[in-house]
């Protein structure tokens, strides 16, 4: 009896030691979010969604304000503005001063997709990975891999993503895409039709929603500096947004003003490429972070530290 006891545990230290080395080898080809919950806390985020994760560089911001930033931005469908992001940013920021903040904004990220929009329970973020992540600095992040592989380990062993790496600054590259202009033209008008079709019908203003930017604003301000940026889309997709919500500075006004600068880049949209017209190509995001960089660099107090 002892010896099948002996037996059954070291069979359960075996099998749990192989689980383990397999989980310590998933990395930024793993899923596109998982490289965020590994790396420490952090002083210095870009927040938003998908735009900002694809288009906002960290290594560029750092040649010219010579300070590490990590980009903590996911999708607008995991990260728009509410309790749960607001909550996700906390836990992944060090709390140390002179920080440096930049969060992207846009109407859809302050809007929700129910009958209710200020029904908190009702918001699509709720059942999704960024309010089951209570551990965002652990690696390997067990607790990440466990509740959102959905028992899909092989993803670790076997990478089969070709299209993206998150990089461990937080940056999304999206690469291998066709960037031929038939292949650009057919994803940008899909991805209109999309927004157009599924999304616009179903989009309203969340005073919720908002009410979580002013407080996340507002947090990060007892830490550093806040800057507010609309990143650049297609023209095609500013239209919608203009539809959906054409005073959209002025919903905003309180966080501009709570901000320390709010750089709306939409005017620039035809001087960049977009593989759908929802996000940068990086070479555009490469000199998007770079005007992005040097507009903060001018408005940025001296004696903030790094």
């Not at 390997?140 to 993503?161: A, C, D, M």
């Amino acid at each position: 009896m002892k010896k099948f006891i002996f037996q059954i545990i070291l069979f359960g230290s075996i099998f749990s030691s192989v689980i383990l080395l397999i989980l310590s080898m998933a990395d930024g080809d793993t899923d596109p979010f998982y490289s965020r919950f590994t790396s420490p806390k952090q002083k210095n985020m870009i927040l938003g969604t998908s735009r900002a994760a694809q288009g906002l560089q960290p290594a560029q911001f750092q040649k010219i304000l010579n300070r590490r930033i990590f980009n903590y931005s996911f999708t607008v469908v995991h990260s728009p503005f509410g309790k749960v992001y607001y909550e996700s940013i906390k836990r992944k920021h060090n709390q140390e001063k002179g920080g440096l903040f930049i969060i992207a904004v846009d109407p859809w990220s302050i809007s929700s997709w129910c009958s209710s929009p200020n029904d908190l329970s009702q918001f699509r973020e709720n059942n999704l990975f960024l309010n089951k992540t209570n551990v965002v600095d652990l690696n390997p992040n067990v607790f990440y891999l466990l509740n959102n592989l959905s028992g899909e380990y092989s993803k670790i062993l076997f990478k089969t993503n070709s299209n993206w790496k998150l990089h461990d600054d937080g940056w999304l590259e999206v690469s291998n895409l066709p960037m031929d202009s038939i292949s650009v033209v057919n994803r940008i008008s899909n991805r209109v039709k999309s927004y157009r079709l599924d999304y616009l019908p179903k989009t309203n203003l969340s005073s919720i929603r908002l009410k979580y930017l002013i407080k996340i604003i507002t947090y990060l301000k007892e830490y550093g500096n806040v800057y507010l940026v609309r990143v650049p889309i297609h023209n095609r997709m500013l239209e919608i947004e203009k539809e959906l919500m054409p005073d959209f500075d002025s919903i905003i006004k309180e966080g501009i003003d709570l901000s320390d600068g709010y750089f709306d880049l939409t005017p620039q949209n035809d001087s960049f490429e977009y593989t759908d017209g929802n996000h940068l190509y990086k070479d555009s995001g490469e000199k998007v972070s770079v005007i992005l960089a040097n507009l903060i660099k001018e408005k940025i107090p001296l004696h903030d530290s790094n």
